[in-house]
């Protein structure tokens, strides 16, 4: 079976144990029976399975163990279910996936990963399809708004689901429940693109607050990098998109503004003077959009595409600028 348009009661799998992670378990434990849950290492597997919660992170979302299959093994998760939730931080995905020996041409791929592959170089989509060979017609990429710490706390909160739309229906009835709202889509590659993008931008948003600039500038940045945005997503996938959408601008204003943004928070030292070093080796989550900025910033002059925020925030990060001054050069550029 190709697609799950057919699937009455679907078995779906997790991977990865960190807070996005964590999180997605718990909203489809509203609705499954059972989920499988492919975790890091034997210890976080017996320490849910004895206290009933993730040990490290959203250490407060208590889990029914009888409704969890925990394994350490992707290809016992793998071959037991039909849609698997793809939830790793991206510098560890192809780790992962590399161990995976079993039958998987049958089921559906979701990507929940917000960065890119390091191993290719690319989007989660587009490796799964290269190596694996997981066309479209069997992925799916979940965006938000929606940051793990508000689902553990069961606020309201929002996903679009992009995939073909003989995939949706189904995957909407898998997440949706009274804290969790979802919107669909079709436009797989923006949604993945502009959930990578928006983190590279919280990080300048954060390196502005960290230099003491207000809202009054953040506003007018976020107004700036969501045409930004906007012009790498038509030069990379042209679709029929409106990037004032939730996905996109929502999920931009969240991560530039929330300070449960890891991405901000990373930007947020940096401005106040820390190393890029010494800020990501304080934080115990990673942030993609360190990695990400690498990649984009390639991509965007190889395309010849204008970035000039996408330009400050990477010389920054990789080319030892002074933030100070690179913001400086860039309060000119934007309007």
């Not at 039958?103 to 592959?117: D, P």
């Not at 693109?193 to 931008?201: D, E, F, G, M």
């Not at 999920?251 to 890891?262: C, E, I, K, M």
Request: hydrophobic residues 40%.
């Amino acid at each position: 079976m190709n697609s799950i348009e057919q699937m009455s009661h679907p078995v779906v799998g997790v991977l990865g144990s960190g807070s996005f992670a964590t999180a997605i378990v718990k909203m489809l434990v509203e609705n499954c029976d059972v989920v499988h849950w492919c975790v890091r290492n034997e210890f976080v597997k017996g320490a849910i399975e004895l206290r009933h919660h993730n040990p490290t992170y959203l250490t407060a979302v208590q889990f029914d163990i009888k409704k969890l299959k925990l394994t350490t093994d992707i290809n016992e998760m793998v071959s037991a279910c039909d849609i698997i939730v793809l939830a790793t931080p991206s510098i560890y995905l192809s780790e992962s996936l590399d161990k995976m020996n079993c039958e998987y041409s049958n089921k559906i791929f979701v990507s929940a990963i917000k960065g890119i592959v390091p191993k290719v170089n690319d989007v989660v989509a587009h490796y799964l399809r290269e190596e694996f060979k997981i066309g479209f017609s069997c992925q799916a990429v979940i965006a938000g708004p929606c940051h793990a710490e508000e689902v553990a706390m069961e606020r309201l909160s929002y996903l679009t689901i992009a995939t073909l739309e003989k995939n949706q229906k189904v995957l909407h009835d898998l997440f949706s429940s009274h804290f969790i709202k979802v919107n669909s889509s079709c436009d797989i590659l923006g949604n993945e693109y502009s959930a990578i993008l928006k983190n590279i931008y919280a990080i300048g948003a954060g390196v502005a607050s960290g230099l003491g600039y207000g809202d009054n500038f953040t506003a007018v940045f976020i107004t700036n990098a969501i045409r930004e945005m906007e012009t790498f997503l038509e030069a990379i996938h042209e679709s029929p998109r409106d990037v004032n959408e939730s996905a996109y601008l929502g999920d931009l204003l969240v991560t530039a503004y929330s300070l449960f943004s890891r991405n901000r928070n990373l930007g947020n030292l940096i401005g106040k003077g820390y190393t890029v070093k010494s800020a990501i080796q304080s934080m115990n989550m990673i942030a993609e959009g360190y990695y990400a900025a690498d990649s984009i910033y390639k991509t965007s002059k190889e395309k010849k595409i204008k970035t000039p925020i996408i330009d400050a925030i990477y010389k920054i990060l990789y080319e030892e600028k002074n933030a100070e001054k690179e913001f400086q050069k860039l309060t000119a550029l934007l309007d």
